[in-house]
């Protein structure tokens, strides 16, 4: 069965340091454009950023800098590290498989709240 | 940046009417133009990829058309299930887009 499942969200004070973790199964993620896409609570869909290729990276404009995207091919894995995080950056992450491609696999999605 | 303005945010109809959604772009983004259906505390799921292609599994009562910056999202005989929010995405320039949404409810 194709799927993603993410981990590592929580509650973390501002100006803080997160890693997300999203696990891929039923497909290899070194195969496959991949990406992060963040929902604040209420709001609509964002793109966070994608990796690609051999260790191609977008990330959106207002982003860089301050995250960073990553995979681990070895363990199937895509990561998101995110630093000197703000209130702005709570939302719901979720890991998809696509980017430049249509997004067709999504993970469940993993709950950031920045707040002290 | 391509910005997609999904109008109006919210749409209301009966079961079985049929729902158009529309979504623009500021430039020419043809074919890579998708759609995604959201349920509350879901994740979204794409329906329809490259203006026109149903994703597999997809019911055939959702299609996809347009070109260049016009884009339509067809959803005929609408079943309760549908009742939903549904964004557009565009992956023709970085950085991707997605519009702002639009809710199908229930009238």
């Known amino acids: 069965e194709v799927q993603l499942v993410e981990t590592g969200g929580g509650l973390i004070q501002p100006g803080g340091s997160l890693r997300l973790s999203c696990v891929a199964s039923?497909?290899?993620?070194?195969?496959?454009?991949m990406s992060w896409v963040r929902q604040a609570p209420g709001k609509g869909l964002e793109w966070v950023s994608t990796?690609?290729?051999?260790?191609?990276?977008h990330y959106a404009d207002s982003l860089r800098g301050r995250f960073s995207i990553s995979r681990d091919n070895s363990k199937n894995m895509l990561s998101l590290h995110m630093n000197n995080l703000t209130a702005e950056d709570t939302a719901v992450y979720y890991c998809?498989?696509?980017?430049?491609?249509?997004?067709?696999?999504w993970g469940q999605g993993t709950v950031v709240t920045v707040s002290s | 940046e391509i910005v997609l303005t999904q109008s109006p945010a919210t749409l209301s109809f009966y079961p079985g009417e049929t729902a158009t959604l529309s979504c623009r772009a500021s430039?020419?983004?043809?074919?890579?133009l998708a759609w995604y259906q959201q349920k509350p505390g879901q994740a979204p799921r794409l329906l329809i990829y490259?203006?026109?292609h149903r994703d597999t599994g997809i019911p055939a009562r959702f299609s996809g058309s347009g070109s260049g910056t016009d884009f339509t999202l067809t959803i005929s005989s609408l079943e309760p299930e549908d009742f939903a929010v549904y964004y557009c995405?565009?992956?023709?320039?970085?950085?991707?887009?997605f519009g702002g949404g639009t809710k199908v409810e229930i009238k």
């Open positions: 998809a498989r696509g980017g430049g491609d249509a997004f067709d696999v």
């Open positions: 039923g497909f290899t993620v070194s195969g496959n454009y």
């Open positions: 990796i690609y290729s051999t260790e191609i990276t």
């Open positions: 430039q020419n983004v043809s074919p890579y």
């Open positions: 490259d203006v026109s």
């Open positions: 995405q565009q992956r023709s320039n970085w950085p991707l887009t």
